[in-house]
């Protein structure tokens, strides 16, 4: 059964930092895209970053450039998301989501991505 676990949100201040976890079960996620997606209250859903294992691709949505860091341990079967200096803007649900299907990127468009977590809150104070 695939399943994603988010884990790591909570309350941070501007300028601090924070790592969200995202952890697959019921699949290895060698050989998919994982993507950090978030939604704000009266916002619609967004994304954040995205990986490819076996290519190392990485994109990152321009708010976030510089400043967030997604990477994965394929051995603990996890990936992760690092805020750095977020800003009030950020607070948000995030949502880590695994594309099944093999490619050389990966794109910020929820559409794609067939399996969902349940999302973890990230609060960013200023």
């Known amino acids: 059964q695939f399943q994603l676990v988010e884990s790591g949100g909570g309350l941070v201040q501007s300028g601090g930092s924070l790592r969200l976890s995202c952890e697959a079960s019921g699949f290895t996620l060698d050989y998919y895209a994982i993507g950090w997606f978030r939604q704000a209250p009266g916002k619609e859903r967004e994304g954040v970053s995205c990986?490819?294992?076996?290519?190392?691709?990485?994109n990152y949505a321009d708010s976030v450039k510089g400043r967030f860091t997604i990477s994965r341990d394929n051995a603990k079967n996890t990936v992760y998301l690092k805020m750095d200096n977020p800003n009030p803007e950020a607070t948000a649900v995030y949502f880590c989501a695994a594309e099944v299907g093999f490619g050389a990127m990966c794109l910020l468009v929820s559409d794609d991505y067939d399996y969902w977590g349940h999302g973890t809150q990230v609060t960013v104070s200023s």
């Open positions: 990986v490819r294992s076996t290519e190392g691709f990485t």
